[in-house]
């Protein structure tokens, strides 16, 4: 029994540091998938930077094109015979400068737009390579603890197979089918009374068969195996 209590104990560690280590390219791929939403984000901002650029040309070409013609109307002003003419062409010009005036007010709300948007993408490219950095950082401690858990998972296994081949094949055997069904945790001690993997109350008798020593007892409730340890005693 003290083998299997020394090889559960070593088992305790491997399962612990599995976990840890199955865990890890889960967080990798969560710093990857933070940082590409964060370019993506970026990128989304200069793509909506481009399409107020874009209207701003537009209105831009097309205000130029209104003062052209504005031009061109006063020019004709002079060659105009009748008043009635001469007061059309007027209030023709007079509705387009109405409109340029609007287009005016379009085109500074834009050019604020701009203005903001441009320093918004500053900010937040200033803030993904403080992120970017971090990041680094972070997969660097990561990837250090991954090398770091594979050498103790090597030296834990090593200790483990000096130990596994001293025990009967038999109870071996049985042994680690409980480790894999209960998730590393196959021998556990009897705490007052009662299974210290499933804290379910014992027998009076089964207690008095883990206390001999004589073969191998299981819970009844979690199909562990149970032991006393040395320094506990039974009433």
Same mark, same amino acid.
């Given at each position: 029994m003290g083998l299997l209590i020394d090889l559960q104990a070593l088992d305790t560690q491997i399962y612990a540091l599995k976990r840890e280590s199955s865990a890890m390219p889960g967080r990798l791929k969560s710093i990857d998938d933070m940082l590409e939403s964060k370019k993506a984000g970026i990128k989304q901002a200069e793509e909506n930077l481009k399409k107020v650029q874009l209207k701003l040309k537009e209105k831009e070409v097309i205000l130029q094109q209104k003062e052209e013609q504005i031009k061109k109307l006063q020019g004709q002003l002079y060659t105009?015979?009748?008043?009635? @003419?001469?007061?059309?062409?007027?209030?023709?010009?007079?509705g387009i400068k109405a409109d340029n005036s609007l287009m005016e007010e379009d085109i500074i709300k834009f050019m604020d737009e701009i203005e903001l948007a441009r320093k918004k993408i500053s900010e937040e490219k200033e803030l993904f390579k403080a992120e970017e950095l971090k990041a680094?950082?972070?997969?660097?401690?990561?990837?250090?603890?991954?090398?770091?858990? @594979?050498?103790?998972l090597s030296g834990l296994n090593e200790k483990r197979n000096g130990i596994a081949p001293n025990i009967e094949k038999q109870v071996i055997f049985r042994y680690e089918k409980i480790?894999?069904?209960?998730?590393?945790?196959?021998?556990?001690?009897? @705490?007052n009374g009662s299974c210290g993997?499933?804290?379910m109350s014992l027998p009076p008798q089964v207690i008095s068969d883990v206390k001999l020593? @004589?073969?191998?007892?299981i819970c009844g409730s979690c199909l562990r195996i149970l032991y006393i340890e040395d320094n506990v005693e039974i009433s």
């Open positions: 105009l015979k009748t008043n009635k @003419e001469y007061s059309t062409m007027l209030a023709e010009i007079g680094q950082k972070d997969k660097a401690d990561i990837n250090s603890k991954a090398k770091e858990i @594979e050498a103790a480790l894999k069904n209960k998730d590393g945790l196959a021998i556990v001690p009897v @705490e993997g499933c804290h020593r @004589e073969d191998i007892i």
